[in-house]
């Protein structure tokens, strides 16, 4: 089985082989999670990204979506980058968000990733509700996580409120 574990802290500091970064489509850094992967992890994740952009991905990579890069100066050997969706009341978007999980890990099997950081994503400046994002976030995993490929999957939550979201969608089980 693969262990979920649940860390409250920086997911720039974390030593995995895969880092998920909370992106925006034009992969181009940002702020929140985004901002500090780029700032942390230097100018190589940048010139990648800018890559990206100028072949596959000119339009910005789609919500939903994932892609690795380096992973410059932080202590892991890929950046998978994926685009969460915007929390809107009106339209169910989880499909979306779920589909965030399930690209990241895809790409982090492609690379032979055993061990992958997470963030929450789309529960900061896209406003998705900390419990609906943690409960999306703790099923996705389990469901796409094969314990053949991972050993383990790891959310790296910035606060105690986070935290205290993830820790009650994985006891919910």
Known sequence: MT???LVRGDITRQSVDAIVNAAN??????????????????PEILAACRRLRASHYGKG??????????????????????????????????????SCYRESLRSAAELGART??????STGVYRWPLDDGARIAVRAV????????????????FDETAYAAFAGALADG
Do not use: C
Request: aromatic share 6%; proline share 5%; no cysteine.
């Open 3 to 5: 262990a979920i574990t």
């Open 25 to 42: 489509s034009s992969l181009l850094g940002g702020g929140g999670v985004d901002g500090a992967i780029h700032r942390n992890g230097g």
């Open 61 to 98: 990579l789609p919500t939903g979506k994932a892609v690795a890069t380096v992973a410059g100066r932080l202590d892991a050997r890929h950046v998978i980058h994926t685009v969460g969706p915007v929390w809107s009341a009106t339209e169910d978007r989880s499909d979306l968000l779920t």
């Open 116 to 121: 992958v950081a997470f963030p929450a994503i």
């Open 142 to 157: 389990r469901e796409y996580a094969a314990p053949e490929q991972f050993s383990e999957v790891r959310f790296v939550l």
